[in-house]
């Protein structure tokens, strides 16, 4: 067998979106469906990384090849990221919620008749990419997302300068797109460099094509 160009390098990946309790039967929530970041741990593993996948709440299965980690909230998901570093290469895809409730109540919130609705407190999670992005061990390569609706490379190069990352892979997902919870992807790949348009294709070759351009820095 011929080595492949991962072998011997970890990855940490994370997908899918986080789940923020309101209490414990409500939670406050992102849309994704996790097919881009699932697809992405598996890419690197088939070059040969070994990848450990931090997954929040989603209905498809944990890719083969790859080590699962199954986490509910962002500050899950920054614990199982940082257990995991240090690593050469991390993908930070999961669309995690900017914001949690600030006193989770330990007990289902009732209704009360002629009451006013409750209101929700909220407070700000952790940005992981950010964290990964300016971490003491910080993997050689760091790649983000920008998943907007408006001024698409524009918000792409301010969120590699703050939050500290190599590439982020820009998409628009307008709901005309179909993008979300779709197989299609169109992205963009902004680095210091410039900006490269890929043509629009499966989300299972935006990875592949992904990995492989992880793999030509090292
Ligand atoms: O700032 P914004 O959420 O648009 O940035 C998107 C990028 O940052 C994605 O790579 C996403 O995974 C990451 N992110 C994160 N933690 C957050 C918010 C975003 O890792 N709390």
Known sequence: DRPKPLSGKTAIVTSGPTHEPIDPVRYIA?????KQGHAIAAALASLGAR????????????????STVHVESAREMLKAVEKH?????????????????????????KK???????????????????TVGHHQHRPGLVVGFAAETQNLIDNARAK??????????????????????GDRNNVRIVTADGVED????????????????????F
């Open 85 to 109: 570093l240090p690593a050469d290469i991390a993908v930070m895809v999961a669309a995690v919620a900017d914001w949690r409730t600030a006193g989770e109540s330990g007990e289902k919130i």
């Open 198 to 217: 890929w043509p629009e294709m499966d989300k299972r070759n935006v990875a592949n094509r992904l990995a492989q351009e992880i793999a030509r820095r």
């Open 112 to 130: 009360k008749k002629g009451e006013q609705p409750p209101a929700l407190k909220l407070t700000e999670n952790p940005d992981i990419l950010k």
């Open 160 to 181: 590699l300068e703050r939050k500290g990352a190599d590439f982020i892979v820009a998409n628009d997902v307008s709901p005309e797109t179909g993008i979300m919870g």
């Open 51 to 66: 990848v450990t996948l931090v997954s929040g709440p989603v209905t498809i299965g944990d890719p083969p090849g790859v």
């Open 30 to 34: 992102n849309r994704s469906s996790g």
